[in-house]
T-cell receptor, first 109, second 116 residues
Framework: SQQGEEDPQALSIQEGENATMNCSYK?????LQWYRQNSGRGLVHLIL?????REKHSGRLRVTLDTSKKSSSLLITASRAADTASYFCATDGNNRLAFGKGNQVVVIP | GAVVSQHPSWVICKSGTSVKIECRSLDFQATTMFWYRQFPKQSLMLMAT?????????EQGVEKDKFLINHASLTLSTLTVTSAHPEDSSFYICSAASGLSNQPQHFGDGTRLSIL
């Protein structure tokens, strides 16, 4: 079942700006993962945050997780044109992923 | 990072044809592989979960006789779309997991299937 929901669904920003995406879910989770998908391609894993973690960093990416609110956010700092893609959150509750609707991010050079 | 190879990347064929899609994990043993379907500008919909050596578990609404899944080894799973029709046209993506907890899935590059 698809339980993740990202907000907003489309984001257009200038290169160098930060991009923030949110995701909410409904059930208990083991972890929450963020993936990137370039047009017509498969998904690339970005970052996994466990249910007992609150924040995680990886390069220009920062992910937060609030299990009390059942929500997560993905921040991309100092965006680049190459960051243009769709971004999906996915919750892992029983070793199966439930994907959110996705955010389309366009970074304008 | 882990590499998953999916083949073919695109297929165009006539209605009634059966199409086989392969998903291989190249550098790790995938105890579980997943098959997803994605419509344009939409999210991924899980079709089925396959474990090596056992029958696949299909999601509700997915016809197991239509979408045959075989996971014969720890590195290979196949999805066969039998007697494909235009409504089966879609983007099919596989992923592989090691079975360890709190580990990401690794995705293939997808197969664009177009049925004429």
């Amino acid at each position: 079942s698809q339980q993740g929901e990202e907000d907003p669904q489309a984001l257009s920003i200038q290169e160098g700006e930060n991009a923030t995406m949110n995701c909410s879910y409904k059930t208990s989770i083991n972890n929450l993962q963020w993936y990137r998908q370039n047009s017509g391609r498969g998904l690339v894993h970005l970052i996994l945050i466990r249910s007992n973690e609150r924040e995680k960093h990886s390069g220009r990416l920062r992910v937060t997780l609030d299990t009390s609110k059942k929500s997560s956010s993905l921040l991309i700092t100092a965006s680049r044109a190459a960051d243009t893609a769709s971004y999906f959150c996915a919750t892992d509750g029983n070793n199966r992923l439930a994907f959110g609707k996705g955010n389309q991010v366009v970074v304008i050079p | 990072g882990a590499v998953v190879s999916q083949h073919p990347s695109w297929v165009i064929c006539k209605s009634g044809t059966s199409v086989k899609i392969e998903c291989r994990s190249l550098d790790f043993q995938a105890t579980t592989m997943f098959w997803y379907r994605q419509f344009p500008k939409q999210s991924l919909m899980l079709m089925a979960t396959s474990n090596e050596g056992s029958k696949a578990t299909y999601e509700q609404g997915v016809e197991k006789d239509k979408f045959l899944i075989n996971h014969a080894s720890l590195t290979l799973s196949t999805l066969t779309v039998t007697s494909a029709h235009p409504e089966d046209s879609s983007f099919y993506i596989c992923s592989a997991a090691s079975g360890l907890s709190n580990q990401p899935q690794h995705f293939g590059d997808g197969t664009r299937l177009s049925i004429l």
